[in-house]
């Protein structure tokens, strides 16, 4: 599952903007602690987490806070519980700052642990076993952003806006993104079902998928009448301003007139990833994207040049399952181009966060930022509405038809005439 996330490390600092997907991925309440390379054959197992705390906390040690209450529930449990054998020391100190995490109260900070941790870089790289959606939460519910266009999430019939009520026989009421991404993630071959409720019914459904190995090229390229291209981006990864410097020389190079860029139920991924593609478009020194921090002080980033394609019309189509990097995108060439956008709503996502690195492999994500677009528009959970807005049912779905995509060539075409 590719969990929108976004975050990468860079000369300047790598965000993982998303919410989270299957892939599991990314576009969450975590479940997370500091994992301890201190996995230990020490008998003492309070010293080992006293020493990993504070290792940990020795350069900003809080202030005024009694830490007695925590050594007096870690050890009553580790003297009275009644079947010794089943107490995981790791276990514990991961549960130990879950619920540190998810006192925050925020979905998008969180712990991976190591092997949730390589999933993620799988993800972000294009290649794993899965079935290919999105998924995070909206309003505390666990719910589809998206499924990767031609995997087995989106021939099984999941929709961006699903609610995912159960996993196999178990409840997701009390999981978080990250858990359930374990649970949907599976080998090639082997079959997962999810009860999902979709928007307009009422009553849930069963939706049966079997997981394949999930390759996910992340730009695709078509012609359109010779004379407009029309650009799918999936996600914003780790190939993804390669796959588009390629994409945008062909246009050029084919003398295109026009251009529909397709974000539909992208997810989001790597900050880095939606300034470079847009910078494509925008002309240099103009602002993508504008971050504030805790303390009120805003940071802009600034297209960086080579915008080749700023001289070609530009129509965006987008909807619920547009969020984080792609809405950053369809935002900037909104406010920066005056480009028109076509479909419905997008996610909502609009904070920014860091991957730090822990021992043993694992690590936590935190938010560090809001974002905003350029005309300071922040759109947590509000999304960015559409210039024009225009469903795609499932009717038109099960026909093959697009209409928001026949309504955005209308509107190209008229622009190129």
């Known amino acids: 599952m590719n969990v929108e996330t976004n975050y990468k490390p860079s000369k300047f600092r790598r965000h993982f903007k998303i919410f989270v997907v299957v892939v599991l991925v990314c576009t969450s309440f975590?479940?997370?602690?500091?994992?301890?390379?201190?996995?230990?054959?020490?008998?003492?197992?309070?010293?080992?987490?006293e020493n990993i705390l504070v290792k940990s906390h020795e350069k900003k040690q809080p202030q005024g806070m009694d830490f007695s209450l925590f050594w007096e529930a870690w050890n009553l449990i580790n003297e009275k519980y009644v079947d010794k054998s089943k107490l995981d020391q790791t276990k514990m100190i991961y549960g130990s700052i879950s619920g540190m995490i998810?006192?925050?109260?925020?979905?998008?900070?969180?712990?991976?642990?190591p092997e949730e941790t390589e999933a993620f870089s799988q993800?972000?790289?294009?290649?794993?076993d899965g079935i290919g959606v999105e998924i995070g939460m909206k309003n505390e519910i666990l719910t589809v952003i998206a499924p990767l266009e031609g995997t087995p999430a989106a021939k099984a019939g999941l929709?961006?806006?699903?609610?995912?009520?159960?996993i196999g026989d178990e409840l997701t009421t009390d999981m978080s993104v990250d858990q359930a991404v374990t649970k949907i993630r599976g080998p090639k071959g082997t079959e997962i079902t999810l009860t999902v409720l979709r928007n307009g019914d009422d009553e849930p459904k069963e939706i049966k998928i079997t997981r394949d190995t999930i390759s996910v090229k992340s730009v695709k390229l078509e012609t359109k009448d010779g004379?407009?291209?029309?650009?799918?981006?999936?996600?914003?990864?780790?190939?993804?301003t390669a796959e588009f410097n390629r994409v945008a020389s062909r246009i050029i190079t084919q003398k295109s007139k026009g251009i529909v860029l397709d974000l539909r139920n992208n997810p989001g991924g790597y900050l880095e990833s939606a300034i470079d593609i847009s910078s494509k478009f925008i002309p240099q020194g103009e602002v993508i994207v504008l971050e504030e921090t805790s303390d009120g002080s805003k940071k802009n980033y600034d297209a960086r040049g080579g915008s080749i394609l700023s001289g070609l019309p530009v129509i965006v189509l987008?909807?619920?399952g547009s969020a984080s990097a792609s809405e950053i995108t369809a935002g900037a060439l909104r406010d920066d181009l005056g480009a028109i956008l076509v479909g419905k709503k997008t996610f909502g996502k609009g904070s920014v966060q860091q991957l730090e690195k822990l021992s043993g492999g694992s690590s936590l994500r935190i938010t560090i930022a809001r974002w905003l677009t350029p005309n300071g528009d922040y759109i947590m959970e509000k999304g960015?509405?559409?210039?024009?807005?225009?469903?795609?049912?499932?009717?038109?779905?099960?026909?093959?038809?697009?209409?928001?995509?026949?309504?955005?060539?209308?509107?190209?075409?008229?622009?190129?005439?």
């Open 30 to 49: 975590f479940a997370g602690v500091f994992y301890a390379e201190y996995k230990s054959s020490r008998t003492n197992k309070t010293a080992v987490l």
């Open 102 to 113: 998810k006192a925050v109260g925020d979905p998008f900070s969180g712990f991976m642990n």
């Open 123 to 128: 993800d972000m790289e294009g290649t794993f």
């Open 159 to 166: 929709k961006a806006g699903d609610k995912i009520l159960k």
């Open 227 to 240: 004379e407009i291209a029309i650009v799918k981006i999936s996600k914003f990864g780790d190939d993804t």
């Open 318 to 320: 987008v909807n619920g």
């Open 384 to 417: 960015i509405d559409p210039t024009v807005d225009i469903d795609l049912t499932d009717n038109d779905y099960n026909n093959d038809r697009d209409p928001q995509m026949d309504r955005a060539l209308e509107i190209l075409k008229e622009k190129i005439k």
